[in-house]
């Protein structure tokens, strides 16, 4: 059982980056799926989630209009389409699995039963 979260990279405050969330071993359909970062210093955040269904979506208020989570259950992936980068968010970020809840639910924040390695993003001139 196995999640990796890939796609970060450096890029000018305004960019953009694609985070993927691959899972293996096991499948992602009934599961919801929640991003957390972590920014030097700071203290872990959840950042956003989406429910198993894909119908339920939230974000933390900083990156509300800007961030998109969806999903592809056929690719047992979940990615985190982040525009208008800014510099505060430069972190690591993870994705994480927390228990099963209802197909319409997440929260970003709560306990997660696994978690994958991060990827760093930095927004930077």
């Known amino acids: 059982v196995q999640l990796q979260a890939s796609g970060g990279g450096s890029v000018q405050p305004g960019g953009s980056l694609r985070l993927s969330c691959v899972a293996s071993?096991?499948?992602?359909?009934?599961?919801?799926i929640v991003w957390f970062r972590q920014a030097p210093g700071k203290e872990r955040e959840g950042v956003s989630c989406?429910?198993?269904?894909?119908?339920?979506?939230q974000y933390k208020d900083s990156v509300k209009g800007r961030f998109t989570i969806s999903r592809d259950n056929a690719r047992n992936t979940v990615y985190l389409q982040m525009n208008s980068l800014k510099p505060e968010d430069t972190a690591v970020y993870y994705c994480?699995?927390?228990?099963?809840?209802?197909?319409?639910?997440?929260?970003?924040?709560?306990?997660?039963?696994?978690w994958g390695k991060g990827t760093l993003v930095t927004v930077s001139s």
């Open positions: 994480a699995v927390p228990p099963l809840v209802g197909r319409d639910d997440c929260a970003i924040a709560g306990h997660m039963d696994f």
């Open positions: 989406i429910s198993s269904s894909g119908d339920n979506t």
């Open positions: 071993g096991f499948s992602l359909d009934f599961y919801a």
